[in-house]
């Protein structure tokens, strides 16, 4: 299916039983809410998807279920973040036999690949594959930075296509699109800043609360891409406290709070996250009830 690398992309949590097997009952009810409020494709096997405690065929079998459940309304984009090169290569090879729309790749994880290093490893990738990508660069959470020189020549290969910016500097989408124009689509990788990039000229936004939030956070893509600004920005103030909980190292643990305190998922995680306790469950929980009590109409959207 092809890829526009536009719009709302939740990076979709992982369901578990309390034992920690695959809950799929709830992850098809998260999934199926999701399409409802009209996101535009959906990543599978994130850092928010817990991929770091999923068995390779685990993965697999959630991005299967995903694609059965969009029916090939939205396109399905599976993660890759390796240690090895061709750990990556091979889980591209097998994303495209199982029939994903895309990839989201990260640079190496476990090493600091320096410029060519890292830029070898996407090419190898882009080499083995015929599913465009989508570049993950987050340096504050992943050390490596891709720099402009660096897409220079990543964009090369024709299936390099959008990155997801996680860089904290809005100023980014700028310096992008006067390097690049619109070959490289640009998609809003942190929740609090989301907003202002679209404003800025993002093409999109991968989401976190959008797993607990799915139609205020298509109502904020849509209005501010048909110019309603100030109704947008109505629902990024109300949404802002609950956006900042997408930036910490319990996001997962803060997300999964959220989906429970909604309807449409379970605090359940796998160790060595451990679901949140005491005050510092109280005050994630306090955000949630605080917005829940004001959370304003989402306007009619066109």
């Excluded at 600091?112 to 080499?127: G, L, M, Q, Y």
């Excluded at 020549?153 to 809005?170: F, P």
């Excluded at 600004?229 to 109300?238: C, G, V």
Aim: net charge negative; hydrophobic share 40%.
């Amino acid at each position: 299916m092809e890829i526009f690398w536009e719009g709302i992309y939740p990076a979709i949590t992982t369901q578990f039983h309390k034992d920690g097997t695959l809950d799929f009952k709830t992850f098809d009810k998260n999934l199926k809410a999701q399409i409802d409020a009209g996101i535009h494709g959906v990543i599978v096997g994130g850092s928010l998807g817990e991929a770091s405690t999923l068995k390779y065929e685990e993965k697999f079998q959630i991005a299967e279920r995903t694609m059965e459940i969009c029916d090939s309304k939205i396109p399905v984009v599976i993660n890759i973040a390796e240690s090895s090169t061709e750990k990556a290569v091979e889980t591209a090879i097998d994303a495209q036999k199982c029939g994903a729309s895309g990839l989201m790749m990260l640079p190496p994880m476990g090493y600091k690949a320096d410029s060519r290093e890292t830029v070898a490893h996407f090419k190898a990738v882009a080499e083995s594959t015929d599913l465009p990508i989508l570049v993950y660069n987050n340096p504050v959470d992943y050390t490596i930075e891709v720099t402009l020189d660096m897409f220079e020549e990543l964009i090369e290969h024709d299936n390099i296509q959008a990155v997801k910016d996680s860089t904290r500097d809005v100023s980014n989408v700028t310096r992008m699109i006067n390097r690049f124009g619109d070959r490289i689509k640009i998609l809003c990788g942190v929740d609090t800043l989301a907003t202002e990039s679209l404003l800025m000229g993002a093409n999109g936004w991968v989401g976190g609360l959008v797993n607990a939030f799915p139609h205020e956070t298509v109502a904020i893509y849509e209005l501010v891409k048909s110019g309603r600004i100030d109704e947008a920005l109505i629902l990024h103030r109300w949404f802002l406290p609950l956006l900042e909980l997408d930036i910490s190292p319990k996001l997962v643990q803060n997300i999964k709070l959220a989906e429970a305190a909604t309807g449409l998922g379970a605090e359940n995680v796998r160790p060595p996250r451990l679901p949140l306790v005491g005050k510092e469950r109280e005050k994630v929980l306090q955000v949630i009830d605080d917005a829940l009590k004001v959370k304003p109409e989402i306007p009619v959207l066109s």
